[in-house]
């Protein structure tokens, strides 16, 4: 029989072996680690493989904040509390139990309903854990979230720049994680040893940004008491990441221009040129050819960065992500949860399809570390996350747009029975092949009229 690794925490040894059925579940496949305090709130690193924990809370006041810390810090493992009789008559105690464990036993253990809730604990921990490490592997790659056909584009996209040193523009909605796609062009190239340095232009104050980029000497301006080296010249030999390039003064264009041009720079209260080798990648969420039409861009830089391109997608055309966005986040805030909460109900998950995201995956992440703070729930709402409109929206749809969705979902249903025949579809469902085509049409035409968002 193979072993699965069990946590026993009490703090009376005396007890040990009246209280706990220990032998039993020995013989039963489970190897005891036994402590005699509630451990601090860190990773159980010695018993990584253990799946299930049982603690006594004699007294649960005392306890709650370390039992609640170091069950937070351990999420893979499903945990089972004996308590003295009449213990959970205690409110804060029933609310503890509730809100950390998967099941309790009042003392002195009924050891064959200890052995069945443990096989059951560890079958969820072990389901939970398994889908963890699926979804690691499956959710993306460089550091990102996401298999929809969107991020495949993007991944490969990235990919494809692994063997080039040009400069790069990447556009895209604010919050889609330019950055991100940025760190993982250098460190797909062969720079990738050397720095990454990224700089908002839209962050710094106008008359810093010379300063801040180029560098100046000591001396050359009120204030400037020593030689400052610029983000450009700190970044050598690896890459400088100008994030809201468009939002860089028109007076400082033409300098940056100028290193593009010829790979030097000149610090300010300088007239020497220093040759800097390093890659430039940029980003901005505005529309850089409008502001070239304008005037607010020069042309000739646009042309120099805008040698390879990349878009990020914006959330709301990557909707099969956000779920997996959402509950990858929702792993990643476990240790800060205190709230108790263990998943997101269907309707919270469904309100977040159709939400809009106009701040993209940073408007995601926060939501969802709000929610996870502030809820009161075990499971996340919609009202939770700020998207009970959502739900409200969702009760409202027109007969009409209902009767499209079913003749949409028929169609669909029955293209793919018959393999995409059009002649045998339009059979099987009673129409003629003019009215088929005239639907499918439709539905093509106004397909944003007809998914969920």
């Known amino acids: 029989m193979s072993k699965r690794t069990l946590i026993v925490i009490h703090n009376d040894p005396i007890t040990t072996v009246d209280q706990y059925p220990l032998r039993e579940l020995h013989e039963s496949g489970w190897e005891i680690v036994t402590l005699s305090e509630v451990p601090l709130a860190k990773p159980a690193k010695k018993h990584a493989d253990a799946t299930v924990g049982l603690v006594c809370i004699e007294n649960g006041a005392q306890l709650r904040p370390r039992i609640e ?72 790659k460089h550091q990102m979230v996401g298999t929809s056909p969107a991020m495949q584009e993007l991944y490969h996209a990235l990919q494809k720049m692994r063997d080039t040193d040009v400069p790069a523009l990447i556009t895209g909605e604010s919050g889609t994680g330019k ?27 106008a008359q810093l940004i010379q300063t801040e980029l180029f560098g100046h000497e000591k001396g050359a301006f009120t204030g400037a008491h020593q030689r400052k080296i610029g983000h450009i010249e700190a970044a050598a030999g690896g890459t400088i990441f100008l994030d809201e390039i468009g939002d860089l003064p028109s007076s400082l264009q033409i300098n940056l221009l100028r290193f593009l041009q010829e790979k030097t720079i000149e610090r300010v ?33 646009y042309y120099r960065i805008n040698v390879l ?10 909707e099969d992500d956000i779920e997996l966005l ?12 205190k709230s108790g909460a263990k998943d997101f109900s269907r309707q919270a998950l469904s309100a977040m ?25 075990r499971l996340l709402t919609a009202s939770d996350l700020g998207l009970e409109d959502e739900c409200m929206s969702e009760s409202l749809i027109t007969l009409d747009r ?32 003019a009215t088929l085509y005239r639907l499918v049409g439709k539905f093509s035409a106004n397909s944003s009229d007809c998914q969920p968002h």
């Open 309 to 318: 391109r990349i878009k990020m997608p914006a959330l709301r055309d990557r």
């Open 269 to 301: 209260g300088s007239n020497v040129g220093i040759h800097v080798d390093v890659r430039v990648i940029a980003a901005t969420n505005v529309d850089l050819e409008k502001a070239v039409e304008e005037g607010r861009f020069r042309q000739d830089l």
């Open 69 to 140: 810390a170091y069950i937070l810090a351990n999420p893979d493992m499903e945990w089972i509390a004996l308590v003295p009789p009449g213990t959970m008559s205690w409110a804060p105690m029933d609310k503890l139990i509730n809100d950390m464990f998967y099941d309790y036993h009042t003392l002195p253990v009924d050891r064959e309903r200890l052995l069945v809730t443990l096989g059951h604990a560890h079958g969820k921990a072990t389901l939970r854990k398994s889908g963890r490490e699926f979804q690691q592997k499956e959710i993306g």
């Open 179 to 205: 950055e991100l796609a940025a760190q993982a062009i250098h460190r797909l190239s062969p720079r990738s040893q050397e720095p990454f340095i990224a700089v908002n232009c839209a962050s710094l104050p």
């Open 353 to 377: 399809k159709r939400y809009h995201w106009p701040g993209n995956v940073r408007e995601l992440i926060n939501r969802v570390r709000c929610a996870m703070v502030m809820t009161e729930n």
């Open 402 to 433: 209902a009767r499209d969705q079913a003749e949409q979902d028929i169609i669909q249903r029955t293209l793919r029975y018959n393999n995409n025949d059009m002649s045998q579809t339009a059979r099987h469902l009673g129409i003629s092949r």
């Open 326 to 337: 959402a509950r990858s986040y929702f792993e990643k805030f476990s240790t800060e949860n």
